[in-house]
């Protein structure tokens, strides 16, 4: 490796690093005679100075983009360093990286060099050597790109565990706005295809065992909070959408750095919105695992979540009359609705209550976060929540609440 | 009576024996660690093989696997009251069979749950936090973990390093495993001389620092978080952090 390698890293480090989809989990497989396995439960194997777990190498292929969207660093028209990799190169580090434990896998991602097809063969390139030279068994996630020959995408999806295409923005409106070049029917062609070579998988599968698998690991996609004035509820609900009609197995969600200088951008003194982002996957969180829906998380006329409180607790507020629910009695379903009660405590509990009554001081051994909890629920009939049952009271009691704790999502 | 023990998991078992058929034990705690107190007394128990497979079979016999793991990744902790602590689950779990699995915020469970759960939660974190160096074609780990959990690694790595050798290395306990392809054994360990790292091996851990520094946004900085999640104790081993 020659000494340019590391300022190219760096670079295309640099320039990848907005991207947050950066989990590795999704797929178990165990080394077939090469390099490497992969873990359902996701590793983490370093922490940056922003708190972010890094289990990947993520980098670009490339930053040297031709198309020109405004919110974006490597825009055509910002003068910044340009750098390419050889795809030797990216399978080089993605292994040395991996034998030394650094990372659990790649993820590739690129700008447009020269056109979507030239971009896409590329990747492929990476993976094949990856795959069939290295004999690597690694975690793989690359973008497909919009815009590239469909036979392409395919070869790629048979290699990798996950691919996914960033929206960036929920509305087609927006997306005219601010990146003009890119198509919104196309932006959803590959989603489409990915979604469809899943399915046609499955149904293989019922046919011959061994069928190819195909992107095994599912897609995902990203969006940008903040670049735009589009609400949560907007945003909210194309999440909804999309984990309905593509079948993704993650919408993330990236508070808008700004990057770039435009009319039609935040000013560049702003700060990330990072609370507005992490209420963001507070309510994905009780999209995908505690059985909300979209409107009900942000009902008729309201358009954003409350910074003060978490979208869980807002829920409970807006419905107090369902409250309190006695802990020795109610449903799963009812349980995970009960703030303080997340899925681990929710599962203790109905566990527990096959072989003895819960008792009040059960609760918070079994990780139920009474602060919050308290007010919401009886248990054996006596409520322990000091005050009336009334939201004001409850508000005063909590009395707004540390402002935001990014390690936990609700306990 | 307090039992004491050579330290090993069968050692333990020996004592959870003799409790139920020489004299009932009201602690149980490594030889090692032991201070004589004038009011107990105190016997050391032999390991017996046969004794403690009579044991290890009743656990898997009337207990699912995760019992038999809250068990023994409880035996592997440093907390000082393990093996007492054990010694009460087992104890209630004979008596409750089946039944003790569900049961979660009761006192004698209680603790092996916890212990149980900090000891598989560092095991899981240095499956990343783990760093090797190429050295001579060899793979060499060093770290110094809070918890025994050296041979809870082996599967992981024998598996993702299938055609590497590698060395891992509890330095604080001196011992590591060795693996050249399948299987991994673990065996006394120490490092004579100080490592020396070839051109090759310092490109590549210089390419990690930079990729390390280039990935963190800045206008997010968080040290408190990264704090959280990678604490200081650990950094000593870790190439991002030199
Ligand atoms: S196509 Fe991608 S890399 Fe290029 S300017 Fe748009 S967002 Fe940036």
């Known amino acids: 490796m020659d000494t340019q390698i590391i300022t190219k890293l760096q670079t295309l480090a640099e320039s990848a690093k907005y991207d947050v989809s950066c989990a590795s989990s999704g797929v178990d497989k165990s080394n077939k005679g090469g390099l490497g396995n992969s873990a359902a439960c996701g590793i983490c194997h370093a922490w940056s100075s922003d708190g972010r777990c890094i289990s990947l190498l993520k980098t670009l292929m490339t930053n040297d983009c031709v198309y020109d969207c405004a919110y974006c660093i490597n825009r055509s028209s910002n003068d910044i360093r340009r750098e390419s990799f050889t795809a030797e190169e990216v399978a080089t580090l993605t292994i040395e990286f991996y034998r030394r434990n650094y990372i659990e896998g790649l993820f590739l991602s690129s700008a447009i060099e020269k056109n979507p097809n030239y971009t896409m063969e590329k990747i492929l390139k990476v993976v094949q050597l990856l795959r069939h030279q290295h004999k690597f068994f690694g975690y793989i996630h690359v973008k497909g790109i919009p815009g590239a020959d469909p036979a392409l995408i395919r070869q790629v999806g048979l290699l990798v565990d996950r691919m996914s295409v960033n929206i960036e923005l929920p509305t087609r409106e927006s997306l005219r706005l601010l990146a003009p070049q890119k198509n919104p029917e196309k932006l959803f062609d590959p989603m489409r295809q990915i979604k469809d070579g899943i399915l046609q998988l499955k149904d293989d599968r019922m046919h011959f065992k061994h069928a190819p698998a195909f992107v095994p690991a599912g897609q995902s996609t990203q969006m940008i909070v903040g670049a735009t004035d589009d609400s949560d509820k907007t945003i909210l609900e194309t999440t909804e959408k999309l984990y309905k009609a593509f079948d993704l197995k993650r919408v993330y969600f990236s508070a808008y750095v700004p990057v770039n200088e435009g009319s039609l951008l935040p000013s560049i003194q702003l700060a990330p919105p990072k609370l507005r982002e992490h209420r963001l996957y507070q309510a994905d969180f009780l999209l995908r695992f505690y059985k909300f829906s979209a409107s009900e998380l942000l009902g008729e006329g309201e358009h954003n979540f409350d910074l003060a409180y978490d979208p869980k607790i807002n829920w409970a507020f807006k419905h107090i009359e369902q409250f309190p629910m006695e802990i020795n009695r109610v449903s799963v379903e009812e349980l995970l609705r009960i703030p303080g009660i997340g899925t681990t405590s929710a599962r203790r509990i109905m566990r527990q209550r096959k072989v003895v009554t819960i008792q009040y001081d059960d609760l918070s051994k079994m990780g139920v976060v009474m602060k919050r909890a308290k007010y919401f629920l009886t248990c054996n009939g006596k409520f322990y929540g000091d005050k009336a049952m009334s939201v004001c009271g409850i508000k005063t009691a909590l009395n707004p609440p540390s402002p935001y704790n990014q390690m936990s999502l609700f306990a | ?242």
Not at chain 2, 23 to 44: C, D, G, N, R
Not at chain 2, 190 to 213: C, H, R, V
Request: hydrophobic share 40%.
């Open chain 2, 1 to 242: 009576m307090i039992y004491t023990y050579d330290g090993t998991f069968d050692g333990l078992l020996t004592c959870i024996h003799q409790h139920y058929y020489l004299e009932h034990a009201s602690e149980i705690m490594e030889e090692i660690h032991y201070q004589p107190t004038l009011f107990e007394e105190v016997k050391f128990v032999e390991t017996d093989l046969i004794k403690a497979k009579r044991v290890y079979d009743a656990i898997m016999k009337q207990f699912s696997e995760e019992t038999y793991w809250d068990i023994y990744r409880t035996y592997l902790s440093n907390n000082r009251m393990k093996d007492t602590y054990i010694l009460r689950y087992l104890i209630m779990a004979f008596k409750m069979g089946q039944k003790i699995e569900l049961l979660h915020a009761h006192h004698d469970t209680l603790p092996v749950r916890r212990i149980s759960r900090a000891v598989g939660f560092e095991k899981h974190r240095f499956l990343g936090l783990l760093r090797f160096a190429e050295i001579d074609h060899v793979l060499y780990a060093a770290f110094e973990p809070d918890h025994n959990i050296l041979i809870l690694l082996g599967e992981h790595f024998a598996d993702r390093l299938a055609n590497e050798r590698f060395v891992i290395h509890d330095m604080k306990r001196v011992h590591a495993i060795f693996c050249d392809h399948w299987p991994w054994i673990i065996s006394d360990f120490k490092m004579e001389q100080p490592i020396t790292y070839s051109d090759n091996e310092l490109a590549f851990q210089a390419l990690w620092k930079g990729y390390f520094e280039a990935i963190a946004i800045e206008s997010r900085q968080n040290l408190k978080l990264q704090q959280s999640f990678v604490p200081l104790k650990y950094r000593k081993h870790l190439t991002e952090f030199h």
